[in-house]
């Protein structure tokens, strides 16, 4: 059993920054590849990005590339977010996961991972 934690969220204005923080429980912590997905008010969970096992290969939302970056400290058990350039439509509960998949997979669908963080709230006023 994997437990995911989740922080960094917050309030911030458009075209602010945040830094979002998934800590993980287990020790083989690299052996998981890692995601992040989001879900708004009123509507479906979505993609946001995930990252291989060794933290070689990202990928992204269309809606997000270019201003999110995913990346992982397997040495300290942690995926993170870096979101810039924020927009109102950025509002949502994020949610980091893993799963255990194998070297060089990344994930793009809920399919793909096994476990789920609680949630973070990211809230992005206009």
């Known amino acids: 059993q994997v437990q995911l934690v989740e922080s960094g969220g917050g309030l911030v204005q458009t075209g602010g920054s945040l830094r979002l923080s998934c800590a993980a429980s287990?020790?083989?912590?690299?052996?998981?590849?890692m995601g992040w997905f989001r879900q708004a008010p009123g509507k479906e969970r979505e993609f946001v990005a995930a990252?291989?096992?060794?933290?070689?290969?990202?990928d992204y939302a269309h809606s997000v590339k270019g201003r999110f970056v995913i990346s992982r400290d397997n040495a300290k058990n942690t995926v993170y977010l870096q979101m810039n350039s924020l927009k109102p439509e950025d509002t949502a509960v994020y949610y980091c996961a893993a799963g255990a998949r194998g070297p060089g997979v990344i994930a793009l669908t809920e399919a793909g991972y096994d476990y789920w963080g609680q949630g973070t709230q990211v809230t992005v006023s206009s």
């Open positions: 287990q020790r083989i912590f690299s052996t998981y590849v």
């Open positions: 990252v291989t096992r060794s933290g070689g290969i990202t």
